[in-house]
């Protein structure tokens, strides 16, 4: 069974500090690790997906396979960036999961101007 | 809007009333998902389907629930008999993949529940 954690329900932080939202994972296998995220009144979306290797909004994550982790950062935040953010995982070879998608409890970020 | 679509928004019903959501996937997307969020969690999966094949179901779907996708278009979720602990949000996804080929997953906005 594969499980997401994310330690930090709150993380608030000033406008231009760097920030970094945690996730940890457990599963056997070969995983694919995200982050969605959703702002205020919009629906989940996709922020970025650790395969892309991309930067989205200034935002990275680099999955690191020794410590299972999967954190996201951005060097200097902004207010717009102030919303829910969820770390998921999905195996990432065949098998029967067909690609559901297992989440962590999310972590708010609110970014003070 | 040409993203995934879910009616109503927001249903209110008495405990022990059925409901049913709908959730139109985006057109080309074989693969459609069924999660549900509840207050200060995040999604859980519920059930799973390729084209109108239900494949996956999670141990939370109980025996009051059941999901179909008759032609592999949209999808329904129905809760019969109704209890409080039902009351969450309901969420949709859809995707395409092929074989181990798993694209990534677009949410609707939901449907949220409260049963009292």
């Given at each position: 069974a594969q499980r997401v954690t994310q330690p930090e329900k709150l993380l608030s932080v000033f406008k231009g500090a760097p920030v970094e939202l945690k996730c940890n994972y457990s599963y056997s296998g070969s995983p694919e690790l995200f982050w969605y995220v959703q702002y205020s009144r919009q629906r989940l979306q996709l922020l970025l997906r650790h395969i892309s290797r991309e930067s989205i909004k200034g935002f990275t994550a680099d999955l690191n396979k020794g410590e299972t982790s999967f954190h996201l950062k951005k060097p200097f935040a902004q207010e717009e960036d102030s919303a829910m953010y969820y770390c998921a995982l999905r195996p990432n070879a065949g098998g029967t999961s067909y690609g559901k998608l297992t989440f962590g409890q999310g972590t708010i970020l609110t970014v003070h101007p | 809007d040409t993203g995934v679509s879910q009616d109503p928004r927001h249903k209110i019903t008495k405990r022990g009333q059925n409901v049913t959501f709908r959730c139109d996937p985006?057109?080309?997307?074989?693969r459609l998902y069924w999660y549900r969020q509840t207050l200060g969690q995040g999604p859980e999966f519920l059930t799973y389907f390729q084209n109108e094949a239900q494949l996956e179901k999670s141990r939370l779907l109980s025996d009051r629930f059941s999901a179909e996708r008759p032609k592999g278009s949209f999808s329904t979720l129905e809760i019969q008999r109704t209890e409080q602990g039902d009351s969450a949000m309901y969420l949709c996804a859809s995707s395409f993949g092929q074989g181990v080929i798993k694209n990534i997953q677009y949410f609707g906005a939901g449907t949220r529940l409260s049963v009292l």
């Open positions: - | 985006i057109s080309e997307h074989n």
